[in-house]
């Protein structure tokens, strides 16, 4: 079946514009996250969505990043006011069932270019 | 907070040559430690899942081992194969969270 897709690939932006990136976890997960791999960096945590709970945004660099899950589905993460730090890879992920301990399967990611 | 560290950062070796890349973390409360293979542009693929119970787990060229008392682990690639170029990454799941902490991984390059 289809894996993770994330939309778009590549988003080059300008400093201080907003940006939606997007995920389609696989069919039927219920838990999503969203990394980021800035360059030089390992992955970094930044929010966690499980079912109908409240999602753990404690990974979230600033208040100009937020995240939302639609239908228990797509999610989209949007970055306001964006920065150059902001330049990374965002990797979106999801798990198959209730337990945080099966295999995490990745999109390709978004490359985000802040001029 | 969970440390990860991955030696070396970046490796070239012929094709054919056995190798092992390591790593290593701080905190040894853990669910488990998983090696992924990640290709440029693409995401991440799963090569490994070890338990914090298992010691080792093996698909194919691959072997896996876990010191979770030492807080080491390492990822044996048995005649290695220019398709095996990649970066590997080793995250570890503690027990007191459920996002995944990775190393900065290991940068393969096998020549032919």
């Known amino acids: 079946g289809a894996g993770v897709s994330q939309s778009p690939s590549n988003k080059v932006t300008e400093k201080g514009k907003d940006v939606e990136l997007r995920c389609d976890p696989i069919?039927?997960?219920?838990?999503l996250y969203w990394y980021r791999q800035s360059l030089g960096q390992g992955l970094e945590f930044l929010i966690y969505?499980?079912?109908?709970?409240?999602?753990?945004k404690s990974g979230l660099p600033s208040d100009r990043f937020s995240a939302e899950r639609t239908g228990g589905s797509v999610s989209t993460l949007t970055i306001q006011r964006t920065q150059q730090e902001d330049s990374a890879v965002y990797l979106c992920?999801?798990?198959?069932?209730?337990?945080?301990?099966?295999?995490?399967?990745f999109g390709p990611g978004t490359r985000l270019t802040v001029l | 907070k969970q440390e990860v560290t991955q030696i070396p950062a970046a490796l070239s070796v012929p094709e054919g040559e056995n190798l092992v890349l390591n790593c290593s973390f701080t905190d040894s409360a853990i669910y488990n430690l998983q090696w992924f293979r990640q290709d440029p542009g693409k995401g991440l693929t799963s090569l490994l899942l070890i338990q914090s119970s298992q010691r080792e787990q093996t698909s194919g060229r691959l072997n896996a081992s876990l010191d979770k008392s030492s807080g080491r682990s390492t990822l044996y690639i048995a005649a290695s194969q220019p398709g095996d170029s990649a970066t590997y990454l080793c995250?570890?799941?503690?027990?007191?969270?459920?996002?995944?902490?990775f190393g900065k991984g290991t940068s393969l390059l096998v020549t032919p």
């Open positions: 995250a570890v799941l503690t027990n007191s969270g459920y996002a995944l902490n």
């Open positions: 992920a999801s798990i198959p069932g209730l337990s945080s301990t099966d295999t995490q399967y």
């Open positions: 969505f499980q079912g109908n709970s409240a999602p753990d």
């Open positions: 069919s039927g997960h219920t838990a």
